[in-house]
């Protein structure tokens, strides 16, 4: 039986409303941008992760982690948080999100920003098992501190069996090679780079925002 080809109304209706998604596949994940209120100065708090992890040891990073089953995006922020962290999300009063991120790895990242009020990051029972230490850094640090820029340049790297014969130039095709800018903040001895110093310089200036038209 031949299948009946869709009208231009057809097709319209389909496409109008529809939000716009990657059109390769990706790992929906979440982070959670945890503000408090320190000495009267709202800091961002920062977790170093375990270094017997597998994935990313020793880093920096926010909390967060893959979307599991049907969690929405803000739940599965939320279930991470209280994982790493313990702070339950009645103790969050979320403030909104900051635009996404689609990593070269396939992760598609979800930051939200949550604010703390009722208790301090001293008395943060944290999951050694998978965090080595916490620590806050000021808005004010990075308001007036310019990320370092360093470029992350990727190659082609392709299966034996990649069919070069079919793709014109064959092996001399000329594939484009990524120019990846990696950004780097040092506060203290901690190194804050990649994704998070991407996610944290991104939130700040949103957050300055209304101060920059002033």
Same mark, same amino acid.
């Given at each position: 039986m031949k299948r009946p080809i869709p009208s231009v109304q057809t097709i319209k209706n389909i496409l109008?409303?529809? =939000? !716009? &998604? !990657? =059109?390769? &596949?990706? =790992? !929906?994940?979440s982070v959670m941008l945890l503000l408090f209120s320190i000495e009267n100065e709202l800091h961002l708090l920062f977790t170093k992760r375990a270094e017997h992890l597998a994935h990313q040891p020793g880093d920096i990073s926010f909390p967060g982690g893959r979307k599991e089953k049907n969690e929405t995006p803000l739940e599965t922020a939320l279930r991470e948080t209280q994982e790493e962290l313990g702070i339950l999300p009645e103790q969050i009063t979320i403030l909104g999100k900051t635009d996404f991120m689609l990593t070269t790895s396939g992760a598609l990242i979800m930051p939200f920003v949550g604010y703390v009020s009722n208790i301090t990051i001293e008395e943060i029972s944290f999951n050694k098992d998978e965090v080595a230490e916490i620590f806050t850094v000021p808005l004010s640090f990075f308001r007036r501190t310019q990320p370092e820029v360093h470029f992350l340049y990727l190659s082609p790297f392709t299966e034996d069996t990649f069919p070069y014969d079919r793709i014109a130039g064959g092996k001399n095709y000329p594939f484009v090679r990524p120019k990846i800018p990696e950004l780097f903040y040092q506060y203290k001895q901690y190194t804050i780079w990649g994704i998070t110093a991407q996610i944290a310089h991104h939130a700040v200036c949103l957050f300055f925002q209304e101060e920059d038209k002033k």
């Open positions: 109008e409303n529809r =939000i !716009p &998604q !990657p =059109i390769m &596949q990706h =790992i !929906p994940s």
